[in-house]
């Protein structure tokens, strides 16, 4: 079994690429300069080359805000890159993995945690390019796993928990949105996960989340209590940081469906923030 893995700078790739190496695991993760995957010529290239059992797409556009003003570059990146991929791997017998997002939800359910058929209705670019890479990937793809992912955290410094300890370091106090809630992802629930989903061969399209649900302000309460950092935090409305993009106010989604499909007991939010701190934690000791 080998693995390609692309994007490779960013937390998720890092996170897989750790695992693989920690467990003698085949893989190849080019460095993102030499590996566009909105370049057909070079996918191409590299998936005939390599030959490759299962491609991970880690690459991703991410920028929610910035997306507003760049949706060309965000569709590049998150709907026809994946295409290409997912191209690639279907003439070469790869099996593909794509990971999508909460935000291709409008957040205006009330009965409950989102689940898998319920309608998508994206409020930024950066949600309707997800929804769109979905969309491209499964007509390309016979053979993939798409999962949905949300407020993903892990190594790196595009996460909230790393933003939000610079922020507590410069600030006398914080301001955390108390009207927006979603399900805080651990990038190690999220190979943990699909590797297992890999061995059993599932396939379709499935919300990979930890357990459970919780806002902003309570997540960053819970970070800085793990952390031992005293600070104080006021809740505020998500609207008083007028972003550029606007945000489902709850886009938490339901796990339920590939844990039974995995067989694998995933951890809640708060169980993975707290192993997420201390091995942090303990790798700078």
Partial sequence: MR??????NGQLAQTFIRRFEREGIEFLAP????FD?????RVMTVVEESRPSVIINCAAYNLVDQAENESEKAFA???????????AAQAHGSFFVHFSSDYVFDGMKENGLYRENDATNPLNEYGRSKLEGEHLVREESGESLVFR??????????NFITKLAEWAEKSEY????????????????????TLKALDKGVTGL???????????????????????????????????????????????MS????????????PTWEEAVSAFLHEKGSRHE
Avoid at 3 to 8: D, M, S, V
Avoid at 31 to 34: I, N
Avoid at 77 to 87: F, S, Y
Wanted: net charge neutral; glycine share 6%.
């Fill in 3 to 8: 693995y390609l893995i692309t994007g490779r």
């Fill in 31 to 34: 460095v993102e300069s030499d």
């Fill in 37 to 41: 995957i909105t370049d057909v010529s």
């Fill in 77 to 87: 990146v998150n709907a026809e890159g994946p295409k290409i991929l997912a191209r």
């Fill in 149 to 158: 992912l949300s407020w993903v955290f892990g190594e790196g410094k595009q």
């Fill in 174 to 193: 914080l301001k955390i949105s108390c009207d927006e809630f979603s399900v805080p992802t651990y990038t190690d629930t999220v190979v943990d996960v």
């Fill in 206 to 252: 499935y919300h990979l989340t930890n357990s459970g649900f919780c806002s902003r302000y309570e997540w960053a309460k819970q970070i800085l209590s793990s952390a031992g950092i005293k600070k104080f935090i006021r809740p505020v409305s998500m609207d008083v940081f007028n972003l550029p993009a606007r945000r489902p106010k709850f886009s938490a």
């Fill in 255 to 266: 796990n339920q469906l590939i844990a039974d499909l995995s067989g694998v007991h995933i």
